[in-house]
């Protein structure tokens, strides 16, 4: 999708002040006026010729009136960004420097149309259980929110070595070095009737999985949570480690809790203690490195009942089996259990 029309925002450096830009025509040949408002120095214009990659926006401006001690070329280079602005740093050809910061400004009719701004937002959020999902899935859900936003542009970022944001249109054509990422994010923002923003933020990560649904309507935010609940909950999957709101290591930290008691010895206690916190981190580190929280794709994932359940299967697996394991320790402690040869 084309880069936005209108952006105001922030000046750093050895100049300081507000800036207002205004872009028109199209990504790779944009033209128009840049407008800084320095403390010390006063207004500026600058007319721009600009280039948009889909990720860094690049400028080149010369003064539209030449007053005293302006630069004669300005230039500067912003990488946009998960929230939608874009950052970067400029220079002049009189050695002045800095970085900059601009949000879009590109707002309906409505929002200037006199219509009350409400005094409160209202935010819907949702965690999910562990995450299994390719590319083509990040994009039909990307398609799917970006139904219910006629203004906004849907932003993928992603970490495949370095993080990277791009706009839905261009992540679809992009071509991976990688087959994985551990982390991906989807978010959009535009204005409502109010002219207050409404977004939605997915992110699938290896700490939490997450969407949230924030504006000014407590309707909207919240049927918007529930569609993507209802999108997003056939990608999940079943592990031992999350089930249930705990999981098998809380499990099997409590139950030794109320075992210990019975035990003859400080020296029976501490091996439980310690077998049961081996085996816990024994299950974590085999989950860490063969099913991770969240297993993003960029290519197409294997299809069909046994790709899908074996992960989940798996991870049963080691829990039950920890939990068995657990058992004879206790067991052979307390003396029910003796070993062969004894």
Known sequence: ???GKLWAGKVYGTNTGNLFVKLEGEDKALKGTLHHND???GIAVYDIAAFFDGTTLSLEGRPSKQMNGMPNLVKGTARLQP????????????????????FPHDRGEASVSGVPVPDQMHSARHNFGP??????????LGDEIQRGFTKGRVIVTFVAGTEQSRFLEDFKRLNFNVDRVNLVKLFVREPDPSGIDKSITVEFGQSVNWAMCQGVSEAWALGELERLKRDIRRFERMYATRAIGGGINQIMLVCPLVFLPSLANLKDRAVLMGGVVALAYAVTW???HYLPHSAIYLSKRKEGWLARFL???????????ASVIATLLGAYLKGWLALPGQ
Do not use: Y
Request: aromatic share 6%; glycine share 10%; hydrophobic share 45%.
């Open 1 to 3: 999708m084309p880069v």
């Open 39 to 41: 403390p010390d120095a």
């Open 83 to 102: 929230t939608g602005n874009l950052e970067g740093q400029w220079e002049t050809d009189i050695g002045s420097a800095g970085t900059f910061v601009l």
């Open 131 to 140: 995450i299994e999902i390719d590319r083509d899935q990040i994009v039909a």
């Open 286 to 288: 085999l989950h860490t």
């Open 311 to 321: 992960p989940s299967a798996a991870s049963w697996l080691i829990g039950i089996a």
